[in-house]
């Protein structure tokens, strides 16, 4: 049975990159490593190993993406990120995400729609730019599609103009072209403009 070297990478004051074989497997601090009897150097069997990423890394990795899930919902991309930031093998990243997709605490579908109406309701824009902002955060195109299907473009439109339109006023052009950053249609900018 081949075993595996335990790394420990100093990355600052008080915290190590954990690294098994050549595999990243997070950061922790040094109380956090030493609770957990590993040290520098250590070798591990394959048994070992596995006993290890049930009991503590990918544990770990759970607790802190839910730590993240308590401030806000959150898409699979995302969470991939904020896993690789933190320094975490993609197998494990994976795992820990189908974990958590299979439970329906991470689903994106509902992520997307609650986006959509967050940002309907704080800072209405355009499905051009809710489009690509769903595919930066990792929405499937499929599942865009469903969730700006009964997005009321037109009414988040009058929304916007309604609250800028005292800074605007008298500067059509510049109303213009705030409204296409905020990923408005143009022929729609023009009839609801030209309604007001």
Not at 97 to 112: C, E, H, P, Y
């Amino acid at each position: 049975m081949e075993k595996k070297t335990i790394r420990l990478k100093r990355l600052g004051k008080n915290k190590f990159l954990l690294l098994i074989g050549e595999r990243e497997e997070g950061v922790y601090t040094y109380g956090t490593i030493k609770r957990y009897g590993l040290s520098d150097g250590d070798e591990v069997s394959e048994k070992d190993i596995d006993s290890l990423y049930e009991k503590f890394i990918i544990p770990f990795a759970k607790e802190r993406v839910l730590r993240l899930l308590s401030r806000r919902e959150r898409s699979e991309k995302e969470i991939e990120e904020y896993l690789r930031h933190k320094h975490y093998s993609k197998e494990t990243i994976d795992r820990v995400i189908g974990d958590f997709t299979s439970s329906k605490l991470v689903d994106n579908r509902r992520f997307a729609e609650i986006f959509v109406r967050s940002r309907f309701e704080t800072s209405p824009r355009g499905v051009n730019l809710l489009s690509r902002e769903l595919r930066e955060k990792g929405i499937p195109e499929h599942v865009i599609q469903d969730v700006l299907q009964d997005y009321d473009e037109e009414e988040a439109l009058e929304k916007v103009i309604n609250r800028v339109k005292k800074r605007y006023k008298n500067r059509k052009d510049k109303l213009i072209k705030y409204l296409l950053q905020k990923g408005f249609e143009y022929n729609l900018i023009l009839q609801k403009i030209n309604e007001a």
